[in-house]
């Protein structure tokens, strides 16, 4: 259930988004899921990819700015009120979600990524609650 | 605590100031009666020799820049004819001609004893063996060394530049156990007898003088550890004798400055008048105790402030700090004073070993506004938007301290700031004057 997202550094100019894109496509780096944090003069675009390490080191060497960061993927039912049940799992055990961002994989699976205070906690009673994380990561 | 000349390096601010005010009235009055670019520049500023009455009185008087030393080139700034004159040193320009200086025997004497207040401060005695490792040449590094050491009571060893080989050589056959040279020669020596195998238990190296070069304090630490010394910092220029002029002492926090002989002033770049303790601005020197060539307030264009108050070494003598940079590269903003090097310190203390930066400086209005891009690299960066918040608040606090100003820090990529060959372009100033 956990896994490691990348985090890369983004100046916030128009086309920067579009070259990083392009410098992943290149190096045949495929995405499951994605998300942008941006405040008015830089952002962060965080990335979930099938083999972290490796994608990371590529990114370090093309002279980014990144860093791994252990989150949680969490499959849930995609339908109405699948996520509020995960996250009053959450809650009821005391855990601060920092941020999250969902993705659906095939009809009826949708994930949600989140980064929370104690990922390992996290983990311990959302696996005791019945919930799976992503296979392939 | 060893003293060269106990007396005058621990006088106390009264009798320094007397002696000072004694010999800054003769020493313009002889530069007004002999040196002609100097009467005219008085004439012109309505100063006359009697009008100078206390060292205070020194801020009446013009400066005395390069180009001054240039324009009368070589021998039009003596004070003394020909025949008093006994060595001729000349400082390297980058460009034009050369700075020329002269010196009296009594010039030479008071030079050693400079530098000989250094070695004895820095521990050494008349039974220590020093090579020096400056050129012998125009450069007044070599010589300079090489007669303070002599007016110590030291073994000298004239060895001068180049052939590290043979230079290890000397100081394991000689027994050397104090070494003067520039810093970076001194890492060199050291990478040489590692690559060579050699140990660092066939020398005896106890002392260490470097100058002529900036240098950090952590470049100190890293030279003691490695050559097994204590290092001094000796810091001159030839225009006011060559090395000598001040020196750091065992507590390796700035440089006491022989001010019997040479009076220090640091002033606002811009407006030219003193300034407070403790505030950095350009480095100037009056000679009060130099026959030939006596240059009155000559402005160094070395950055520096100025601290007063007795060292934990015992000397009373004024202090200067290090070097932190020239006034040809500062900027004004909003009537501050900017060097990049300011900037460059702090990026230095946030943890990031080679800080890239440009400052961008613009007019918004009537206001001015500086932004500083500083390179953001992996190790500091951290998923989080608040803990980037927080490193760009972290630095623009410690610059806003440093610098009395505030700047806005916008972080950016790794790489996107241009480098040009060697050296970083550092400031681009957008402002428009019309």
Same mark, same amino acid.
């Given at each position: 259930?956990?896994?490691?997202?990348?985090?890369?550094? !983004?100046?916030?100019?128009?086309?920067?988004?579009?070259?990083?894109?392009?410098?992943?496509?290149? /190096?045949?780096?495929?995405?499951?899921?994605?998300?942008?944090?941006?405040?008015?003069?830089?952002? #962060?675009?965080?990335?979930? #990819?099938?083999?972290?390490?490796?994608?990371?080191?590529?990114?370090?060497?093309?002279?980014?700015?990144?860093?791994?960061?252990?989150?949680?993927?969490?499959?849930?039912?995609?339908?109405?009120?699948?996520?509020?049940?995960?996250?009053?799992?959450?809650?009821?055990?005391?855990?601060? #979600?920092?941020?999250?961002?969902?993705?659906?994989?095939?009809?009826?699976?949708?994930? =949600?990524?989140?980064?929370?205070?104690? &990922?390992?906690?996290?983990?311990?009673?959302?696996?005791?609650?019945?919930?799976?994380?992503? +296979?392939?990561? | 605590?060893?003293?060269?000349?106990?007396?005058?390096?621990?006088?106390?601010?009264?009798?320094?100031?007397?002696?000072?005010?004694? $010999?800054?009235?003769?020493?313009?009055?002889?530069?007004?009666?002999?040196?002609?670019?100097?009467?005219?520049?008085?004439?012109?500023?309505?100063?006359?020799?009697?009008?100078?009455? *206390?060292?205070? @009185?020194?801020?009446?008087?013009?400066?005395?820049?390069?180009?001054?030393?240039?324009?009368?080139?070589?021998?039009?700034?003596?004070?003394?004819?020909?025949?008093?004159?006994?060595?001729?040193?000349?400082?390297?320009?980058? *460009?034009?001609?050369?700075?020329?200086?002269?010196?009296?025997?009594?010039?030479?004497?008071?030079?050693?004893?400079?530098?000989?207040?250094?070695?004895?401060?820095?521990?050494?005695?008349?039974?220590?063996?020093?090579?020096? +490792?400056?050129?012998?040449?125009?450069?007044?590094?070599?010589?300079?060394?090489?007669?303070?050491?002599?007016?110590?009571?030291?073994?000298?060893?004239?060895?001068?530049?180049?052939?590290?080989?043979?230079?290890?050589?000397?100081?394991?056959?000689?027994?050397?156990?104090?070494? +003067?040279?520039?810093?970076?020669?001194?890492?060199?020596?050291?990478?040489?007898?590692?690559?060579?195998?050699?140990?660092? /238990?066939?020398?005896?190296?106890?002392?260490?003088?470097?100058?002529?070069?900036?240098?950090?304090?952590?470049?100190?630490?890293?030279?003691?550890?490695?050559?097994?010394?204590?290092?001094? &910092?000796?810091?001159?220029?030839?225009?006011?004798?060559?090395?000598?002029?001040?020196?750091?002492?065992?507590?390796?926090?700035?440089?006491?400055?022989?001010?019997?002989?040479?009076? !220090?002033?640091?002033?606002?770049? =811009?407006?030219?008048?003193?300034?407070?303790?403790?505030?950095?601005?350009?480095?100037?020197?009056?000679?009060?105790?130099?026959?030939?060539?006596?240059?009155?307030?000559?402005?160094?264009? &070395?950055?520096?402030?100025?601290?007063?108050?007795?060292? @934990?070494?015992?000397?009373?003598?004024? $202090?200067?700090?290090?070097?932190?940079?020239? *006034?040809? &590269?500062?900027?004004?903003?909003?009537?501050?004073?900017?060097?990049?090097?300011?900037?460059? %310190?702090?990026?230095?203390?946030?943890?990031?070993?080679?800080?890239?930066?440009?400052?961008?400086?613009?007019?918004?209005?009537?206001?001015?506004?500086?932004?500083?891009?500083?390179?953001?690299?992996?190790?500091?960066?951290?998923?989080?938007?608040?803990?980037?918040?927080?490193?760009?608040?972290?630095?623009?606090?410690?610059?806003?301290?440093?610098?009395?100003? %505030?700047?806005?820090?916008?972080?950016?990529?790794?790489?996107?700031?241009?480098?040009?060959?060697?050296?970083?372009?550092?400031?681009?100033?957008?402002?428009?004057?019309?």
């Amino acid at each position: 259930m956990l896994t490691k997202q990348i985090s890369i550094f !983004v100046e916030n100019r128009a086309g920067r988004l579009a070259e990083i894109a392009k410098l992943l496509a290149e /190096n045949d780096i495929n995405l499951r899921s994605l998300s942008v944090a941006d405040t008015s003069r830089f952002g #962060v675009l965080r990335i979930i #990819v099938d083999d972290p390490d490796s994608v990371e080191q590529i990114l370090r060497k093309k002279g980014l700015a990144v860093s791994l960061t252990s989150v949680l993927s969490v499959k849930m039912d995609d339908r109405p009120g699948g996520l509020a049940e995960v996250l009053k799992v959450l809650a009821d055990n005391n855990i601060n #979600v920092e941020y999250m961002y969902a993705f659906q994989a095939s009809n009826n699976e949708a994930y =949600v990524i989140m980064r929370v205070d104690n &990922d390992l906690a996290a983990q311990d009673v959302l696996v005791k609650a019945g919930y799976k994380g992503y +296979c392939k990561f | 605590m060893a003293f060269f000349n106990k007396h005058e390096e621990t006088m106390s601010s009264d009798e320094m100031s007397s002696l000072q005010t004694e $010999r800054l009235k003769k020493t313009v009055r002889r530069a007004y009666e002999n040196v002609m670019p100097y009467r005219a520049k008085m004439d012109a500023a309505g100063v006359k020799p009697e009008d100078i009455k *206390s060292v205070d @009185d020194l801020a009446k008087l013009p400066f005395t820049t390069k180009q001054d030393l240039r324009d009368n080139y070589p021998y039009g700034m003596n004070a003394v004819p020909m025949s008093d004159v006994v060595r001729i040193h000349a400082s390297s320009g980058t *460009s034009g001609k050369q700075t020329v200086v002269t010196y009296t025997q009594r010039d030479l004497d008071v030079w050693a004893e400079c530098v000989a207040r250094v070695l004895a401060c820095a521990g050494a005695t008349k039974d220590d063996i020093v090579q020096v +490792c400056y050129g012998y040449s125009m450069f007044t590094g070599g010589l300079g060394a090489h007669y303070g050491a002599e007016k110590l009571g030291c073994s000298v060893i004239p060895a001068s530049t180049g052939n590290t080989a043979r230079q290890i050589l000397m100081m394991q056959d000689f027994g050397t156990t104090v070494l +003067c040279c520039t810093p970076s020669y001194a890492i060199y020596l050291y990478e040489h007898m590692r690559d060579n195998n050699i140990s660092m /238990n066939s020398v005896n190296l106890k002392y260490g003088i470097f100058g002529a070069e900036p240098w950090s304090d952590n470049m100190r630490t890293q030279i003691e550890n490695f050559l097994n010394l204590t290092a001094t &910092d000796i810091y001159g220029l030839s225009e006011i004798c060559g090395p000598g002029v001040a020196f750091s002492c065992q507590t390796h926090k700035d440089l006491h400055v022989n001010e019997d002989h040479f009076i !220090v002033e640091v002033v606002d770049p =811009v407006t030219g008048l003193r300034q407070p303790d403790g505030v950095p601005g350009e480095v100037c020197f009056t000679c009060i105790n130099k026959e030939a060539m006596p240059l009155i307030r000559y402005n160094t264009r &070395d950055i520096s402030a100025l601290h007063r108050g007795k060292c @934990d070494c015992g000397r009373t003598l004024i $202090r200067m700090d290090r070097i932190t940079g020239r *006034s040809d &590269d500062m900027l004004i903003i909003r009537g501050v004073n900017v060097f990049p090097s300011q900037i460059e %310190s702090v990026l230095l203390s946030s943890g990031n070993v080679d800080p890239r930066y440009l400052i961008i400086v613009d007019r918004q209005g009537t206001l001015d506004q500086m932004e500083i891009k500083v390179e953001i690299n992996s190790s500091q960066f951290t998923d989080q938007i608040r803990g980037l918040q927080a490193l760009e608040n972290s630095i623009k606090a410690e610059l806003d301290s440093a610098l009395n100003i %505030s700047a806005k820090i916008t972080l950016v990529e790794p790489g996107t700031i241009e480098r040009s060959v060697g050296k970083t372009k550092h400031v681009i100033d957008n402002r428009r004057l019309d």
